[in-house]
């Protein structure tokens, strides 16, 4: 269970990154977070995954608060959520086969962790994971050969073989042609689907956000503008979300427009 409570997040010049948001996600639930850009998308998964302190209310993970946690409880906290970024911070010398199998650094012993490092230990596991993803021809290829669209299904390979129990995902599909960016927001719900974890994604893509995921929160200003089933969204409320949103300013040039019309899958 993931709760949020009165939650804010305040710079020291005093801008508000979000703002009296409260929330509550059930295990196995999937989640889209949509808004436009600088609405704290970005900002709320880094603290739900314990990588950002809040600096008002109250966030609880996995039922524990976790800046209440020892260090090395809050590590191994950290080990269980899966984390997947717009940009994937990925070694541009590392083979493809190490980064996917960076997956589980956290969760093995240092010896394993270090070995793997060394020589990929369980090239069978990360040929699995990027089997879905149509890269298998590139698991020893060097990931400064990829471009951008692979590296983002490298990411997602990573996360896939790390089979985390929360998994967090920022703009995955950024780099994607539509047609890829549906493929990879299939394979992130059956995954999290199939093992019945919590997935949470910030998507600028709408419609990928309501065909895709069982329910969706509109972010604006810090604050929640709309929280409910995407079937129960209306493309007022969409409309509403963005009206007025800046396009072309320093955040936006950064990201995508957003395809804010609406579609569902029948």
């Excluded at 604050?223 to 800046?246: H, I, K, S, T, W």
Aim: with cysteine; aromatic share 4%; charged share 20%.
């Amino acid at each position: 269970m993931i709760s949020l409570a009165a939650l804010g997040v305040a710079y020291a010049d005093g801008r508000r990154a979000l703002d009296g948001v409260d929330l509550s996600i059930a295990p196995g639930e999937r989640v889209a977070l949509i808004g436009p850009s600088g609405a704290g998308k970005t900002t709320l998964l880094r603290v739900i995954g314990a990588s950002l302190r809040p600096t008002a209310g109250h966030v609880r993970v996995d039922g524990v608060d976790p800046w209440a946690l020892s260090g090395r409880a809050l590590q191994s906290l950290r080990a269980r959520i899966g984390k997947m970024h717009q940009a994937p911070p990925i070694p541009p010398r590392q083979r493809v086969v190490t980064a996917v199998l960076a997956g589980r650094l956290g969760q093995w012993p240092l010896w394993r962790a270090m070995a793997s490092l060394v020589y990929p230990l369980d090239i069978a596991g990360a040929r699995a994971a990027l089997e879905p993803l149509g890269l298998t021809e590139r698991l020893f290829d060097r990931c400064d050969q990829l471009s951008g669209g692979q590296l983002q299904r490298i990411a997602l390979a990573r996360l896939l073989y790390q089979q985390p129990k929360l998994v967090l995902a920022d703009e995955p599909v950024s780099a994607l042609d539509p047609a890829l960016a549906r493929s990879v927001a299939v394979a992130l719900n059956d995954d999290a689907r199939r093992r019945g974890v919590t997935l949470i994604a910030s998507l600028h893509a709408v419609d990928l956000a309501l065909s895709e995921f069982a329910r969706v929160i509109g972010l604006r200003d810090g604050r929640v503008a709309f929280d409910r089933p995407a079937a129960q969204v209306g493309q007022a409320e969409v409309d509403a979300l963005y009206a007025g949103a800046p396009v072309g300013d320093a955040a936006e040039a950064a990201e995508p427009a957003p395809r804010t019309r609406l579609t569902r899958c029948a």
